[in-house]
């Protein structure tokens, strides 16, 4: 596998931001309860992120070390504020739900992870590739887990009717736990466990293992 | 020393960064102003009209809404306020809100009576009248109040006999998706259409109720369906109504165009 191909898939199932390194859990809880936003989200963080590992990486020369992080930050919430406002010209109405989901994507561990870790030490080119990757491995774990809650939640996809609701005069009960941002805790934790069972390297060793309790094997050798 | 560390070069690099960054910005929000402008406007003239029941395929939403006639109220005295231009009226914010924080045009609220929250409440509101022929079919007032996690902004619609219900549309929430967000299912909202507002002596009786109503209830033209997992939000909507169409919201405005209407029709007679 070439380098750059490399880099641009290895966050999808290899090192996936989400699944692997635990960032950016918060905007997957919170937009996931419909497809629709969802694919806006990730879109807009995959621009964002794409964009700001490029310009990152083109000044990185540049950049004073002792003030880089703010530089970062700098470009980062500048990005997201045009990406921001092209959505209000744009999807007014989904804009209203999600607007300030994407205004928080400044704070988004992933995006400001990537200009430090990676985007500072590598080329434009490698640096974009690794933006975009990481943004398909965010939203590949978004769409899965928007796709469960929104068919099991409101037995939609997309907005189009798959179960009928019972509000609706149909037979299904959406759940309503998967309505709830809680919800996707649980699926991001079953993926994590599916990944892993596929790719083993994946599992982490046990921080300590609990000492067997020997209380017994004591008292038996106080009788002897 | 890195020689990217300097004093110099750190101002530089600090300055010129924000000097580019500040240039896109403003430029995609100045660039982008209209657009965003056109698309609320017509997303508030979409919810107006389908709350009046009058939103349709065939016709554009511009041509649909040059036949409401817009019109300022004070509700102080119930009077139409028309030295305020209804074009201009609107201002910065969802339906004059600037106008509920200016002393000059808006009461403060006293805890027992502000049951929406609102804290205070503007004097002056721009209403949507839609006519046939010279005869009023549909009356459209703004309505705002405490859900859940924000406040509800929204349309009710009410027919000429200033009673029954059209319908109610909000076109601004933050309440939880699947839960009080369902002020948005066309199910639910469908429930208003002919509900009854006030009791024949006059008293504000319509509400959302906890559960469902049952179909057998006297009361059940004054009644609608409470949103399942959303009480708060349901009350909220309750409140909401109470609030706007008792003493302090359009009650007076209400009262002195019934007069209007009756003489009028007295006078066709």
Known sequence: MSKSREILLNPIFNDNPIALQILGICSALAVTTNLYPTLLMCIALTAVICLSNLVVSVIRNQIPTNVRMIVQITIIASLVVVVDELLKAYDYENSKTIGVFVALIVTNCIVMGRAEAFAMQNGPWLSFLDGLGNGLGYSLILIVVATIREFLGAGTLFGYEILVLTQNGGWYLGNNYMVLSSSSFLIIGLFIWLLRSWKTEQIEEPEYRVARNNLETKEAGTRV | ?269
């Open chain 2, 1 to 269: 020393m890195n020689k990217n560390d300097t004093l110099v070069k750190t101002l530089f690099v600090g300055i010129s960064l924000c000097l580019v960054c500040s240039v896109i910005i403003s430029s995609a929000a100045v660039g982008l102003r209209d657009q965003q402008k056109y698309l609320k406007q017509k997303d508030q003239q979409s919810k107006i009209l389908s709350s009046a029941g009058l939103l349709t395929n065939q016709k554009s939403i511009e041509e649909l809404f040059s036949a409401i006639e817009e019109r300022v109220v004070n509700l102080d005295t119930g009077e139409y306020e028309d030295s305020l231009d209804p074009k201009s009226f609107d201002g910065k914010k969802f339906e004059a809100e600037d106008y509920s924080r200016d002393p000059l045009t808006s009461i403060k609220l006293a805890t027992d009576v502000d049951i929406s929250s609102l804290k205070r409440r503007e004097s002056f509101k721009k209403i949507y009248i839609y006519k046939e022929e010279n005869e009023i079919k549909a009356i459209i007032l703004p309505v705002r109040g405490l859900g859940l996690w924000g406040t509800l902004y929204g349309y009710l619609a009410i027919e000429s006999d200033l009673n029954t219900i059209i319908g109610l549309e909000y076109f601004s929430h933050k309440e939880t998706p699947g839960l009080g967000a369902e002020v948005d299912n066309p199910r639910w909202k469908s429930q208003w259409k002919g509900k009854n507002i006030y009791s024949s002596t006059g008293e504000i009786k319509i509400e959302v109720i906890k559960g469902l109503v049952d179909p057998e209830s006297p009361e059940k033209k004054y009644q609608v369906d409470g949103l399942s997992g959303a009480t708060i939000t349901s009350r909220g909507v309750s409140n909401m109504l109470s609030f706007w169409l008792g003493e302090l919201g359009y009650a007076k405005f209400l009262n002195r165009l019934k007069e209007e209407i009756e003489r009028k029709e007295s006078l066709n007679v």
